[in-house]
């Protein structure tokens, strides 16, 4: 059903005269941004397919850390490590149809309202004939807020060319079929649309404030810093062009997506959000937190969320979503639409969906982002944060899938004068948490150590040019997820009024700040709200050594013994070893990463095991003497991975839980 072209809404950028009335090109204020031409020159010319050998052979210095100072030494791991390379296969890109698109929406700037136009001439290449008559419709999708969802599509309505959508709608899923013939379907599409807003009267800029800078921020979900420059170079390439600043020493402060975008958004852990603001399991919750959109609208920026992939999205992924749209444009209803009324499809070696309808998953979000940029970036300030997880999250080798893709969009912003007026964020919330990567020595750091990069445009860098420097000194410096949030609100406060209130700062890391200011060179990890689990300033090394499992079979003794001594021993089962997840050694700074281990009889190490009993998980950091084979952790401080309510039904004791497998209830 799925065949190759270039994708649809991209086709613009192939035939620059197509959709003219939507193209805002602006002439360049910059002499250090070329044009359209010699950008796609420069990095297709310069990253070649050659790119890895090239770079794996380069003469130069070979950069050793991300941070190196006294306190913080975060290393630098080469991402084309032969060990790594020889594993790495990407798959070749595909689209989801070799048909052009049969209706368009087109954005009429005059009217500043959407029109839809059919392309007769496509019709006639699928009828195969000049002569058939064929009809249109279009079905708008609504909001469902009590399920942050969809409401059953709106009914049926015939359109002829040029048909002015009402402004109301706000995605639509459109068919057209042979007239004689409702069921002979010529093709059919989905649209989410961003319709034109006017300003607000009491928000209109007022000449005597200091222009307030448009942010923009696109962030693809498990892409580490390593992972992006091994599977996206070209990428990477175009990230490191004039402007952009990369937070190399950016280390991420939770597990996963959830707490890191939180860090991020609101300033907040889930924890002190429940204790402070409301629990967010519960419905009504994220409505409640001060999420940086909020300050963004309020100080006169129109706003923008969308992120694809539905059954694992940030804030509905065993979460409760939004009741209120939260942002002035926002996509998950219509998303949901699309995935419940369009057909869906899974390229090969593929777990999340690849394309919806027509179109690739996550050009949704991309088309979304872009839309919204064209409508409003000479205009007013607008915040927008784009999300996609559906080609990175399961799979570390696809975005080198996706590489020229993603790329395009670049290109494409660049070409819709976003990068001329915009702050631009590029990011992601964490590296591979599992799998390949995540098992290699360097998985530690692969996992703790998300993309970030930070692009000013060139008036900004003139108007703020002590800001630009502070981000340059801050390239190679610890920052963290806070700093990215109190950075937020740093611009968010650039256009008000002299004397207006500061707005607050991240709540959960009092001594994060704006990255506007240089950060100071020594510091620590706790200072930028990073627990000691994800801090990579003293780093662990995977290792995987006969002697090494000596150590799991130690704290499994401790564990035996522990429940000995709280007369647990009758009851909870006498724990033996099934296998070893992984065993990491403390580097700490004196152990350079790059080199062998030298031989330690005392150390830190980390090791995660499997017990036989009911298949329990557990992770122990300790400190082991490899002469005497003693074991030093405090049991009570061992964390149990796994759900252990089940198998502990037979004791009370709180702590005693996590580690007792009831005899009576082991599982053969
Ligand atoms: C789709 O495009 C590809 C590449 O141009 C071509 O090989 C293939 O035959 C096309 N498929 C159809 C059904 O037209
Ligand atoms: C109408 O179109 C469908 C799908 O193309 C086809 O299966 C069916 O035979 C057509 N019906 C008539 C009456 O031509
Ligand atoms: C899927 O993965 C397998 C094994 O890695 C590989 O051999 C195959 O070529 C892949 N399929 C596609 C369509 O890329
Ligand atoms: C309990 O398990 C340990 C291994 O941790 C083993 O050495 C010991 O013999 C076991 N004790 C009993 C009573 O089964
Ligand atoms: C130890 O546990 C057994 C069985 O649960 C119980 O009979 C005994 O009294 C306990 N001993 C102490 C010292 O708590
Ligand atoms: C631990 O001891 C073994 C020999 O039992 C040795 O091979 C290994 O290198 C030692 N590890 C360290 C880190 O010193």
Not at 369 to 381: C, L, V
Not at 401 to 427: A, H, P, R, T
Not at 644 to 649: C, D, G, I, P, R
Request: glycine share 4%; aromatic share 12%; with cysteine.
């Amino acid at each position: 059903m799925f065949i190759i072209v270039y994708m649809p809404l991209q086709s613009d950028i192939k035939n620059p005269g197509k959709l003219s009335n939507d193209q805002n090109m602006l002439q360049s204020d910059a002499n250090d941004d070329d044009n359209y031409e010699s950008i796609v020159n420069t990095v297709h010319g310069v990253i070649n397919e050659d790119e890895r050998e090239v770079t794996k052979n380069s003469n130069a210095t070979p950069q050793l850390y991300f941070v190196n100072n006294a306190k913080c030494k975060i290393p630098y791991i080469n991402p084309f490590e032969p060990d790594v390379m020889k594993n790495f296969r990407p798959d070749t890109f595909e689209t989801c149809t070799n048909q052009s698109d049969l209706v368009r929406p087109i954005f009429d700037m005059n009217r500043k309202q959407y029109v839809l136009q059919i392309d007769e001439n496509v019709a006639s290449q699928i009828l195969n004939s000049h002569d058939i008559e064929y009809n249109c419709y279009y079905q708008e999708i609504t909001r469902d807020a009590d399920h942050d969802s969809y409401n059953d599509l709106l009914p049926q309505i015939y359109f002829s060319q040029g048909y002015v959508v009402p402004l109301h709608v706000q995605a639509l899923i459109l068919a057209c079929h042979e007239a004689a013939n409702t069921t002979n379907i010529l093709q059919r599409d989905a649209y989410a649309l961003i319709q034109y807003k006017p300003q607000e009267q009491n928000l209109e800029p007022k000449k005597t404030t200091p222009r307030k800078p448009s942010v923009l921020m696109f962030g693809i979900d498990s892409l580490s810093r390593i992972n992006l420059r091994r599977a996206m170079p070209k990428v990477y390439k175009f990230l490191t062009r004039r402007g952009w600043y990369e937070m190399q020493g950016y280390n991420k402060v939770a597990d996963n997506t959830f707490p890191n975008l939180m860090a991020i958004l609101s300033g907040y852990s889930p924890e002190s959000a429940k204790e402070k603001v409301c629990d967010t399991d519960n419905r009504g919750c994220f409505d409640r937190v001060p999420f940086i959109w909020k300050y963004f609208k309020s100080a006169g920026y129109t706003t923008a969320f969308a992120e694809d992939e539905c059954d694992i999205q940030t804030f509905n992924y065993q979460k409760p979503g939004f009741v209120e749209t939260p942002t002035d444009y926002y996509h998950r209803s219509f998303l949901k639409g699309f995935m419940g009324e369009m057909n869906t499809w899974k390229c090969a070696n593929c777990t999340l969906t690849y394309c919806i309808g027509r179109r690739i998953q996550s050009s949704y979000v991309y088309d979304f982002g872009r839309d919204f940029a064209k409508r409003y970036i000479d205009e007013r300030p607008i915040w927008g944060l784009f999300w996609s997880s559906s080609f990175s999250h399961d799979d570390y080798a696809m975005p080198a899938k996706m590489e020229n893709y993603v790329l395009q969009y670049l290109l494409d912003f660049q070409q819709d004068g976003v990068f001329e007026q915009s702050i631009v964020i590029f990011l992601s919330d964490h590296g591979s948490r599992y799998g390949y990567l995540a098992d290699c020595s360097s998985g530690f750091l692969e996992e703790r150590l998300p993309t970030m990069f930070i692009y000013l445009p060139p008036w900004f860098r003139a108007q703020y040019p002590e800001y630009a420097e502070a981000l340059e000194m801050n390239r190679n410096r610890l920052t963290s997820n806070f700093d990215l949030h109190n950075t937020l609100k740093h611009i968010a406060e650039l256009g008000q009024p002299p004397n207006s209130p500061p707005l607050p700062r991240a709540n959960d890391c009092p001594k994060c700040q704006s990255l506007f200011q240089p950060v100071s060179r020594d510091r620590e990890c706790k200072e930028a709200a990073i627990p000691e689990h994800y801090c990579t300033c003293e780093p662990y090394k995977r290792i995987e050594f006969a002697w090494s499992d000596r150590i799991a079979l130690g704290v499994i003794d401790r564990i035996n013994h522990y429940l000995y001594a709280k007369n647990f021993s009758s009851i909870c089962a006498n724990l033996t070893l099934n296998y070893i997840h992984k065993t990491e050694i403390k580097l700490g700074l004196d152990i350079s990463f790059h080199e062998e281990i030298p031989k330690l009889d005392v150390g830190y190490y980390r090791v995660k095991f499997k017990v036989e009993q009911n298949s329990a998980d557990f992770m122990a950091t300790v400190l082991y003497n490899n002469v005497t084979n003693h074991v030093d952790v405090d049991v009570e401080k061992i964390s149990r991975t796994n759900s252990y309510e089940e198998s502990a039904t037979c004791i009370s004791h709180k702590l005693a839980k996590l580690y007792c497998i009831c005899k009576s209830l082991l599982k053969s």
